[in-house]
């Protein structure tokens, strides 16, 4: 079975600096994809980025990056120029690209922003 | 764009009540996910449907019960509620388009969620 592990229970960044949140994976699976969603107050998901696992490119959306290094099964987010809009748990997860499409979770890591 | 939609967004009740929650599919979406998140915990999966027949199974406790509608709504009943069953439970879908060689590579949409409270 898969399992996804974030080690950070929480961070905290001042505003307009970078953070980078770290997560781990373990799977025997070559093909699967990676998600960072994010969980305002609000307990709303949102998906914040998407990387499949057969591409080497990271993935970037506007602020927010990944560092996808397959081999060593990590699987970090970096929000760059952060805002107090970014305040929020942050989920990272798991799903194989075939068979049993559920999302694997992580603990989860609350991030601060202060400002 | 249309959202997932889930009614209640919230629903008290009281221990060994039964109740229903229900999901209403993002159109042409034909693959539904319920998922159970405890206070303070991450998203659990408890099971999953696709066309109509369930796909994948979780930690589901055998008093729930789901099922998919031809109209691909889903609804998932809880009986004998227990204090523990008190969680947001997250209703999520997906196309699902898959052909040989090609995985798919669909997102997940999230409802806003059902909170229950059992007392």
């Known amino acids: 079975a898969q399992t996804v592990t974030q080690s950070q229970p929480e961070m905290s960044v001042q505003e307009a600096e970078t953070v980078t949140l770290s997560c781990t994976y373990d799977?025997?699976?070559?093909?699967?994809?990676l998600f960072w969603y994010k969980q305002p107050p609000s307990r709303q998901m949102i998906l914040v980025i998407r990387?499949?696992?057969?591409?080497?490119q990271n993935a970037t959306e506007n602020r927010f990056s990944v560092n996808f290094q397959k081999a060593a099964k990590s699987f970090s987010l970096k929000i760059s120029d952060s805002q107090l809009g970014d305040a929020a748990m942050y989920f990272c997860?798991?799903?194989?690209?075939?068979?049993?499409?559920?999302?694997?979770f992580g603990q989860g890591t609350r991030l601060t922003i202060n400002p | 764009a249309a959202g997932v939609i889930q009614s209640p967004r919230h629903l008290i009740k009281e221990k060994r009540e039964t109740a229903t929650l229900k999901c209403y599919p993002i159109?042409?979406?034909?693959?539904v996910y319920w998922y159970q998140q405890g206070p303070g915990q991450d998203p659990q999966f408890l099971i999953s449907f696709y066309e109509k027949m369930q796909s994948d199974k979780g930690s589901i406790p055998d008093r729930f019960s789901a099922q998919q509608f031809s109209d691909y709504h889903s609804e998932l009943n809880m009986s004998s509620l227990e204090l523990g069953d008190s969680a947001l439970y997250f209703c999520a879908s997906s196309p699902r388009t898959r052909t040989s060689g090609s995985p798919a590579s669909y997102e997940q949409y999230f409802g806003p969620g059902t909170r229950l409270t059992v007392t």
């Open positions: 799977t025997s699976e070559s093909d699967y994809y």
């Open positions: 159109p042409r979406h034909d693959t």
């Open positions: 990387q499949e696992a057969y591409k080497q």
């Open positions: 997860a798991y799903r194989s690209a075939w068979g049993a499409q559920k999302l694997v």
